[in-house]
């Protein structure tokens, strides 16, 4: 059975690829599952059908027959357990990978997150000027940490796996920040992960949604 998946009607990213979606559509592209898209608008995700998929409103949602689940994360390690190619067999080096997907989230990109509502939402605020720069180094203290950790290594725990996804798709929140310039081995680190055709497929179905928005 094919999977459908939601996203942005019309992306607050402009197509960045930035979307939440857009870790689930890599994931499907990576184990070469084939999947529908449902566009949602910002009121439609509000609305009761929207809501019992995800109570929070958010996309995206991921639905096959009766079974539904929502958060990018929990969809993309759906995604890793049913289909080779993102979880190895390897038992430790598949606890590995399901760490690095929890860090990814829980730790990489909180403060990541803090920049971007400070840039966006908080940038007229009279204080804007003196927290961007305590935030950038939080930042910089969690890129330098895995700046370490990764080395000259291409991926995080031998082969790409899920893990490297999330992180990855985490840190392109930065590339118009100017702080992975700091860190080589995260930049190369993160354009290795958008060299992938099953990245270049993902980003090019996003981004095809936000053209015809555009021009809509």
Partial sequence: MIPTITAFERSP?????????????????????????????FDEMKQPAHLALNPFGKIP????????????????????????????????????AIAWMFAAFSTVEPPILERTT??????????HDQRLPLVD??????????????????????AFSAGDLVMVGVLRRLNRSGLLDEFPNLSAYVAR??????????????LAVAMAA???
Wanted: a negative charge; glycine letters at 10%; aromatic letters at 10%.
């Fill in 13 to 41: 990213d402009g197509g960045r690829g930035l979307a939440r979606d857009m870790h689930v559509r890599w994931a499907l592209e990576e184990v070469g599952q084939p999947y529908d898209v449902r566009l949602v608008s």
């Fill in 214 to 216: 555009s021009n809509g």
């Fill in 118 to 127: 400070a840039v966006i939402l908080e940038r007229d605020a009279t204080w």
């Fill in 193 to 206: 992960g958008e060299a992938r055709p099953a990245f270049k497929r993902a980003f090019d179905a996003q």
């Fill in 61 to 96: 949602t991921y639905e096959e027959g009766n079974f539904a689940l929502f958060e990018s994360g929990a969809i993309v390690f759906h995604i890793a357990e049913r289909h080779a190619g993102l979880l190895t067999g390897d038992a430790n080096a598949r606890a590995r």
């Fill in 137 to 158: 180094d939080r930042i910089r203290k969690r890129l330098a940490e895995l700046s370490r950790y990764l080395g000259d290594s291409d991926w995080l725990d031998g």
